[in-house]
């Protein structure tokens, strides 16, 4: 077994903090350890020389000491309640931790928690924690930044939502609070991200993330949307020049700048490059009118030249009323979230100055495209803060390093990284799929070919066919060796396939070739795609993956062509396409609007229709991709399942960089225990050393079917529509009354709330004192405390707090001193009845915390007003927005098991555990039902207060029985909660009842399947007509 090869590398849930991490070690087993990994990454200089065949490539372990201390003062400032927290934040922090179908991962929590507690934390919590700021130019004031290191797929989208949420609402609650804005730029690095991102903006309401994603409670959503959320493409922070045709115009504001001028075969810009032809050179240096001077003529070495000259451009009032508009106005104290933020970094003079090895062509190239996306970003960003303020700004990337000229620090990562849930801690939550790497084959080496096949196929070529120095070998070269490794893929990838089309899988798994540079891709492309081999090279012959009859399988990415489609105004017809293409593979079909119409790209129908193309999703049926580079940054493909590198690969940075690509789940269904299944991608050739990667053995396990749950149209009359309760309203005028048959208890436990502890002085520096040390023993208890007060007082406490709640309510009429005698009398019933003891004496403690604020919800959720005295009853308030929910709205896929059923509106019902298959079955075969359904992708729930917050409670079933009513069925087994639930489900039955406009409802909990049948006829036969003789 490898190094780093591990049987399971899933260990914890995706919504609790890691819990194990595995140890890995060079040369040792991994360890399963207890505990969370501690934060860091491997650095490797960029100046050293490529590591020999075998070795390891990873570098050296840097700890990131700030991000684990934040990490430990974040539990301490939960534990504390969240000292320093606005009652804004307090409300958020709880609304995104209660009970919700689908939970927010604990890497999102953390993420947004983390940028909260730097900004809201009591002082003694911050003390020590020194964020390094960024290193400015003289002259250059500089702002706060904040790191947060996510993996791809771990939902940053999510996380910036929530801080967006979250500094918004704050600052419209209190607008002299400096250290919340109302004003959020959101910058992003292509034109895919920044479509995505428009659900970032609260004014698209209902669409928007926050509601999608359940991130804001309805009631607040007219606040957030009072402030401004503007999302821009970093191209839009290039200050525009002001001349206009061909005529040299000097209009606007001068700047001096130096250039590098590349001679090409056409005067032309891109990408960072700027190209002129040797005559148009000659023209402009020999032209006063353009105003420029070479400085240093790098020919014939380099085909390029380095000049001065000048340009006009826009001024800096210009530049923030086009980025800013007139909806912001002259608003300062900006938030600023980077998304991608690794392009986001100052560029700097000397030190180390090679980058990362790219994939599309040398390092040159590569260092300058990047040196000019990351001055334009930081420039336009400085002159933000200069002109407007920046509060501070939030950068979010998978890799946030220096990627290249960054003098010594490049390929380290930003020092103002303050979370880190990276790759590694991804694939052992589940969150991403876990690569299954070369571990061995029968070279005999130590480690296997295709581990790394680019330095395994350079060790093959001969010098000449390696292309010397600048390492451009030869394509044909390449491929020559590269057969054998894209075969064995192609050929997993073809087994996979047909696993997928067994499984009712409508899409095909996709395969990604990444390679070097543009001439190799071309070259593997003309041989899988179009049966073009070149000389000395085999035909591909791989039907499946061949462009035929106008069916396109496979698809060549030219990062030129994506860098051009990255701002607006792609240059052709078929550059939009291609990019259309490679942003819909692994789509089935467009979104659609509430009438059932495709909602398309802007642009794409006119596109379709002028190319003669079908409508549908470009991409859905590509099934390779043959890509220079790594693929657009914001490509969410989660259909890959193979993956080879052909190129170097001088990092682990990069490593991360090409994998993170492949890695999204396809699926988001729990396990049983609670965690995520397994999903594997296939890859080779990228020498990833630091994740935990999944073992092989045996027999590929089959593919998961996808299932479609969904409403069928010929059952519309089994439809079951239910009213959507998020509370209640009360009058109460003079007399209340409670619900004592469904009140749940409270139970006094002291192993869980243990009532004493012993203590022992030690005297042995050992760690945990021990009770075979010498010394006596103390015990604390609570007798004291018990006998300090009667339970009379303690029980006229309780019923003095519950009627100071009901009085300062607005529909209560009561005066306090008539509600009080009735609350004692409430109080002195429960605690008698209603608290559960196993010692007599301990019964006062429900008095003590958090028996108390159980006693206190267990009551308020059962008190109503007495509709026997003339009192208005308790009615539902319904939810305004949404309206009533209905079986016709279900339409999801899963992988899990599932039934076909008779008496339903849906086709399925999802087999989750053996007692919802029986119940499943007992109620499709009833005479007394008339159609039921499954609370899964309903949406179906009763609000509950449990621990001091908001809960949602989601019953099993929604029955519709012969007589009318509509049965809430709960079949759940042991659940601690059971009695809280049950009681806030009878409230719901009883205040939805009383209001009458939707039927009559009734609610059962059972806890063996085989009493459903009885637990039915029982409710017919109460509601039955009697028959006299």
Known sequence: MSAFEVEQPILNGPFHEPAEHWRIEAGQEPRRVSGRRPAGYFYRDPKAPPPESGAPARGTWQELEVVNLIRERLVQWRELGYPGATRTTLELLRYWRRERQQPLFFAQLEAAKTIIFLQEARSDLLQGIDVPPDDVPTGVEPFRRYACKMATGSGKTTVMAMVIAWSILNKVAARGDARFSDVVLVVCPNLTIKGRLGELDPATGEASIYRTRDLVPPDLMTSLRRGRVLVKNWHEFERKGMSAGAKVQKLGQPERITATIKIGAKTTSGRGGRYMTEDALAIALADPRMDMRMVEDRRPAKPEILVEETRYVESDARLMQRLLGHEVGGKQNILVLNDEAHHAYRIRQGGAGTAEEDAEATNEELEEELAYESTIWIDGLDRIHKHRRINFCVDLSATPYFLARAGDDTNKVFPWVVSDFGLTDAIESGLVKIPQLAVSDASGEEQAAYFNIWRWIMSKLSGAERGGRRANPKPEAVLRFAEHPIRLVAGAWEAERQDWAQSDEERPPVFILVCKNTRLASVIYDWLAEGKPPEGIPPANIAELRNKNGKVNTIRVDSKVIGETDVEGAKNDESRWMRFTLDTVGKREWPKDPQGRPVYPEEFEDLARKLDRPLHPPGRDVRCIVSVGMLTEGWDCNTVTHIIGLRPFMSQLLCEQVVGRGLRRASYDLTEEGKFSEEVAQILGVPFEVVPFKQRKGPKPPPARQNHVQALAARAQLEIQFPRVEGYQQRIRNRVDIAWPSIASVRVDPMKIPDEVQLKSTLLNRGRPSLLEPGGTVKLDLEKWRHAATRQQREFEMAAALTRHYSQQDKCEAPPQVLFPQMLEIVKRFVRDRVVV??????????????????????????????????????????????????????????????????????????????????????????????????????????????????????????????????????????????????????WVRAVNVEGSHGEWRYALVHNMNEIPALIEGLAESRSPTVSG
Do not use: C
């Not at 159980?854 to 005295?869: K, S, V």
């Not at 008496?903 to 109620?923: P, T």
């Not at 519709?960 to 806030?984: P, R, S, W």
């Open 838 to 987: 196993d010692d007599e004496t301990k019964r006062i403690d429900v008095f003590l915390s958090p028996y108390w604020g159980y006693t206190i919800e267990r009551l308020t959720e059962a008190i109503h007003p007495a509709a026997t005295d003339g009192e208005d009853a308790e009615i539902p308030r319904y939810e305004q927005r949404r309206g009533v929910g209905s079986t016709a709205d279900v339409d999801f896929w899963t992988v899990k098991k599932v039934k076909e059923i008779g008496h339903s509106h849906l086709n399925y019902v999802v087999q989750d555990s053996k007692w919802e298959s029986s119940a499943a079955y007992h109620l499709d075969h009833s005479p007394h039902v008339v159609s039921f359904v499954k609370n899964q992708g309903l949406g179906f729930a009763i609000p509950y207060l449990h621990a001091g917050g908001d809960h949602e409670y989601f019953p099993d079933f929604l029955v519709k029985l012969t007589d009318g009513v509509t049965l809430i069925l709960e079949t759940k087994g042991h659940d601690e909660l059971e009695e809280v639930k049950a009681q806030a489900a009878e409230r």
